[in-house]
């Protein structure tokens, strides 16, 4: 698919395929066309070229029915907030010929956590609870697929993990849930993922392929200069790498085996102390990063 505004690029025609009852996760930073993606996939937008197909059904020709079989839970809380808990849900289930007690057993360990303020005014739940109460409603239809974008954005971690638990669960009821997020600790929480940036796709794997094929030795630096200590390090001749990752910046080094003696006194040189330096295990965000620097457009 490829989708423009303008002189902007939103999808560069991209492709990729998501197996029934997956959970399939769509990574990548604001900007990157996830909520683009999201919209053509849920009927609400036209792609400038290219097709989507959800079990079978083309997005344009079968929009109709596309709209019956899926659930969607946009980035931005989008349900009527003048309206109560109940009265939201009531709604959505109406609109789709069913009922709250018809589909309880499916919403029941997301509606139980919501039904004490059932009668509060949606507008009005805490920034967790109405990312519950959105999910109940994209669920109450009982879906065949789960199109969430950036659920968890904006929510405490206590929450975000309890969210994800519940997306875990949900599988049970043969259900595929694509989710969007700018959070790569959430990759990890995914069977596969797509690596995006820019409107294009980097990578296509399980998780923990992705991490094994990070291609150097990693290594974090931490001084007591942290920030003169990125730079510093980007002027090393063999860097590969250098990037800030939390209180130490990831550095890679373009030969095999890094000099650290030499490194030390390069960075002591600089005016550092109190230098940390050690080897590291990479992460999907590292991974992410090492392909944002390569040729993959």
Request: glycine content about 6%; some cysteine; overall charge negative.
């Amino acid at each position: 698919m490829h989708k423009t505004y303008g002189d902007v690029s939103a999808l560069n025609d991209i492709s990729f395929d998501v197996g029934e009852g997956e959970l399939f996760g769509i990574i990548g930073p604001d900007g990157a066309g996830k909520s683009t993606l999201f919209r053509i996939l849920t009927t609400l937008m036209l792609a400038d070229s290219g097709s989507a197909y959800l079990l079978g059904m083309d997005v344009v020709k079968d929009y109709d029915k596309i709209r019956n079989i899926i659930g969607y839970m946009p980035g931005r809380f989008s349900l009527y907030q003048d309206l109560t808990v109940e009265e939201n849900l009531n709604l959505f289930a109406s609109i789709f010929g069913t009922t709250v007690k018809e589909q309880y057993e499916l919403i029941k360990e997301i509606y139980v956590q919501i039904e004490p303020f059932k009668d509060r005014r949606a507008g009005k739940l805490s920034g967790g609870m109405k990312q519950k109460l959105a999910l109940c409603c994209a669920l109450v239809h009982k879906p065949k697929i789960l199109l969430l974008d950036e659920p968890t954005t904006g929510v405490d971690p206590v929450s975000r993990k309890e969210f994800w638990g519940m997306l875990k669960r949900l599988q049970q009821w043969d259900i595929t849930i694509v989710v969007s997020t700018p959070y790569m600790d959430e990759a990890t929480l995914c069977e596969r993922v797509a690596l995006v940036q820019d409107g294009n796709i980097l990578s296509i794997e399980k998780p923990e392929t992705i991490i094994s094929r990070f291609p150097r030795k990693l290594y974090s630096v931490k001084s007591n200069r942290k920030a003169r200590l990125l730079n510093d390090l980007r002027l090393l001749p063999d860097v590969a790498s250098a990037f800030a990752f939390g209180e130490s910046i990831h550095y890679t080094d373009k030969r095999d085996e890094l000099n650290i003696e030499e490194l030390l006194k390069f960075l002591e040189e600089k005016g550092h102390e109190n230098i940390e330096l050690k080897e590291t295990k990479a992460t999907i965000e590292d991974c992410f990063m090492d392909l944002m620097t390569k040729d993959h457009v």
